[in-house]
């Protein structure tokens, strides 16, 4: 089974900068994505950026420009640079993986969340 650790959330000034990470772990898998979402109290997830192991990438609407996604898929591993952090940008920030372990059949795992808070 694969196993998500996420580590650098915390609380931040507007303005600021945090850097997140994500490290998969378990026997025999291929990460094919990783990425970050967020949810916010009383709102729905969403997409943060996540990226593929061509390099590709995705943002969503609300941090292009200020957030970059970066991932070492040789140690299955994705970053999430944040910076011009707003207070909107408070969320709980969870990592999400999708793999395979049998060919043909894409699995995804959810990380535990990381608390990002930004004060004005």
């Known amino acids: 089974q694969v196993q998500l650790v996420e580590s650098g959330g915390g609380l931040v000034q507007a303005g600021g900068s945090l850097r997140l990470s994500c490290a998969a772990s378990?026997?025999?898998?291929?990460?094919?994505?990783m990425g970050w979402y967020r949810q916010a109290p009383g709102k729905q997830r969403e997409l943060v950026a996540t990226?593929?192991?061509?390099?590709?990438?995705q943002y969503g609407d609300s941090v292009k420009g200020r957030f970059t996604i970066s991932g070492d898929f040789a140690k299955n591993t994705v970053y999430l640079q944040m910076n011009g952090l707003k207070p909107e940008d408070t969320a709980v920030y969870y990592c999400?993986?999708?793999?395979?372990?049998?060919?043909?059949?894409?699995?995804?795992?959810w990380g535990q969340g990381t608390q990002v808070t930004v004060s004005s």
């Open positions: 378990g026997s025999t898998f291929k990460i094919k994505l």
């Open positions: 999400r993986a999708e793999y395979t372990r049998t060919i043909g059949v894409i699995e995804f795992k």
């Open positions: 990226t593929l192991g061509s390099g590709d990438t």
